[in-house]
């Protein structure tokens, strides 16, 4: 396979997965003269993405088709992916980070006899190298990897590589090709794939997250940040973990380290007291605003716009000026 970069896809009943726009981004870090990138796609039906005017020019997309790629079957697209590579290895392997990116990864590196980075919110250039940046310790530290060997296999966060300013356009078919393939791997079948979101609305794709926290927890505030939700064209209401403990909120709904990682264009964080493990879902948000009754609180340190206040004073005001 005849590529520096491969970035790797995987669709949900026949639409790209959420990561893609992230994965596409990640181009733009790379000088495009000087690199080839691939992508390759599983799907079931044949995909025609959408790419970035006036970039990729250099990308090649494979769209490798089954039936069975209804839905995600990360083993048998991590098998295609070993059974294309031949010898000849990308420097780099891309995917999102997502539990199905995380486990394609762990395969294809243990497969490779390389190593893989999760998580990696940006890419860094020094002298000839490539640095791969990410947060640890519940985004205390930030590390920069540089690796000592290749391929490094790498996941990358939701938000952290979509440009907003990119504009995107129908694909050039020329560098799309398609190829059904067999799948042998019998040992699983996904028979049908469903929401946990009570109200159907996913929360890493809406624009808009109000997020709830202990200091919402009584039940009209709730009432109260659903309406403010509606407000927004794409809003929708995510939660910190103690509301999703309590199960004021299903656990689809939780923001942070062992929930959601999210990347809306403003997360409005409504009585959260701003803990490492929440902050670790929203540092990707564009625009944060926090609404906290205590102005010591942690969340104001992140926030761009903070509004000391109680949630049960304030909210009503605020919905009924809107
Ligand atoms: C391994 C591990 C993983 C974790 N993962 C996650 C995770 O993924 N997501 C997550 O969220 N947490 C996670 N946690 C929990 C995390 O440490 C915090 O306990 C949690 O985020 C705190 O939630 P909170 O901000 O809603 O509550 P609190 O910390 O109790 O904060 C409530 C805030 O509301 C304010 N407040 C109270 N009443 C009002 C009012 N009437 N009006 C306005 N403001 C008010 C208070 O001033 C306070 O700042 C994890 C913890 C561990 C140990």
Redesign the pocket.
């Given at each position: 396979m005849s590529a520096d970069i491969l970035l790797l896809i995987d669709t949900i009943e026949d639409k790209l997965s959420s990561g893609y726009y992230d994965l596409i981004g990640i181009l733009n870090h790379f000088d495009q003269d000087a690199i080839k990138s691939k992508m390759i796609i599983s799907s079931r039906n044949k995909i025609l993405p959408q790419v970035p005017e006036n970039k990729c020019h250099d990308l090649d997309i494979l769209n490798v088709l089954n039936d069975k790629f209804k839905h995600p079957i990360p083993q048998a697209f991590s098998k295609e992916i070993l059974s294309r590579l031949n010898g000849v290895k990308p420097k780099y392997i891309c995917l999102p980070h997502n539990m199905r990116g995380c486990q394609i990864a762990a395969d294809l590196a243990i497969n490779l006899n390389t190593s893989v980075v999760s998580g990696v919110d940006a890419l860094i250039q020094k002298d000839d190298q490539v640095l791969l940046k990410k947060s640890v310790m519940n985004g205390k530290w930030i590390t920069e990897t540089a690796p000592l060997n290749y391929p490094v296999i790498f996941t990358i966060n939701q938000g952290a590589f979509s440009a907003q300013e990119d504009i995107y356009i129908d694909i050039d078919e020329d560098i799309i090709s398609y190829e059904e393939i067999e799948i042998s791997d019998d040992s699983y079948t996904s028979l049908n794939i469903s929401s946990m979101d009570d109200d159907n609305s996913s929360i890493e794709d809406a624009e808009v997250v109000i997020g709830a926290?202990?200091?919402a927890e009584d039940e009209d505030v709730i009432e109260l940040i659903h309406e403010f939700a509606k407000f927004f064209k794409n809003g929708g209401v995510g939660a910190?973990?103690?509301?999703c403990d309590a199960g004021i909120f299903p656990y689809s709904h939780?923001?942070?380290?062992?929930?959601k990682v999210i990347s809306p264009k403003l997360y409005i964080a409504c009585?959260?007291?701003g803990?490492n493990?929440?902050i670790a879902?929203v540092r990707q948000a564009q625009e944060i605003i926090a609404?906290?009754?205590?102005p010591q609180?942690a969340i104001f340190q992140i926030a761009d716009i903070g509004v000391v206040a109680?949630?049960?004073e304030f909210l009503p005001i605020l919905l009924g000026a809107l």
């Open positions: 926290g202990r200091g910190s973990r103690p509301l939780q923001i942070g380290e062992t929930g009585g959260v007291s803990s493990q929440h879902g609404i906290n009754k205590d609180a109680s949630l049960e």
